[in-house]
Nanobody, 114 residues
């Protein structure tokens, strides 16, 4: 069955960095666009970044452009989100998803606070 397991979240100070990972299984990972979403407290889930199946094209929300980098390793069935220059407004639960599939993982909590 399809599984998406996010990890790498935690507590970090403003200006710090974190690298999130999403391990995928149960589907042909290398054939799918992958996306990272986040849900900030009291707000709807929003798209943060996406990457094409080969990793050749990436796009970002304006709020994270220049600070976050999405990447993937198709040999490891894993998609990453490198987050730099973190701000308190980046505090959220982060999720990965293959847009053609209905499944969501459990998410990983990121807290940016001094």
């Amino acid at each position: 069955q399809v599984q998406l397991v996010e990890s790498g979240g935690g507590l970090v100070q403003p200006g710090g960095s974190l690298r999130l990972s999403c391990a995928a299984s149960g589907f042909t990972f290398s054939s799918h666009v992958m996306k990272w979403y986040r849900q900030r407290p009291g707000k709807e889930r929003e798209l943060v970044a996406q990457i094409t199946s080969t990793g050749g094209v990436t796009t970002y929300a304006d709020s994270v452009k220049g600070r976050f980098t999405i990447s993937r390793d198709n040999a490891k069935n894993t998609v990453y989100l490198q987050m730099n220059s973190l701000k308190p407004d980046d505090t959220a639960v982060y999720y990965c998803k293959a847009p053609l599939l209905p499944h969501w993982g459990q998410g990983t909590q990121v807290n940016v606070s001094s």
